[in-house]
């Protein structure tokens, strides 16, 4: 069975080297990083910078909109698809039509350095009892 696997993390976090090993496990398999979309902005690309404009904030859409449709055609062909992009806010709820479909496993790269205490250790022991973790109240702020 085909299948699409999108893998979002920040910068650095390794999406397109894991995205590469992932894909070359299947025998159909296609590996689609979705910053290629934006960047083929010939004229008008937004250069995205914080805070967010409403041109970045389009230009996100479209990307997110175009790679769900690629993703989706090529796994109905039979392929697996790897779908390689930044987590932020504004991405990940732009692949609710791509998460939802039930070929879909979505990956989530939070890396650290090997030897330190790795953040959501950090956050876990900073968490005052019964709160929330910091983790908890960022994530709940982005699906507002």
Do not use: N, W
Request: charged letters at 25%.
């Amino acid at each position: 069975m085909s299948r699409i696997i999108l893998i979002v993390g920040g910068p650095g976090a390794g999406k397109s080297t894991l995205s590469r090993l992932v894909a070359e496990r299947y025998e159909r398999s296609m590996y689609h990083e979705a910053d290629r979309i934006r960047q083929s902005v010939v004229k008008g690309f937004a250069i995205p910078q914080l805070p967010y404009s409403p041109g970045d904030l389009e230009q996100f859409g479209l990307g997110r909109d175009a790679s769900t449709l690629i993703a989706t055609s090529y796994c109905d062909a039979g392929f697996t698809v790897i779908v390689d992009d930044t987590f932020a806010c504004h991405v990940t709820p732009g692949y609710a039509t791509l998460v939802a479909d039930e070929r879909t496993v979505a990956v989530r790269l939070r890396p650290f350095i090997s030897g330190e205490e790795s953040p959501i250790d950090a956050r876990l022991r900073g968490r005052p009892r019964g709160g929330q973790s910091p983790r908890i109240q960022q994530e709940k702020s982005c699906q507002r």
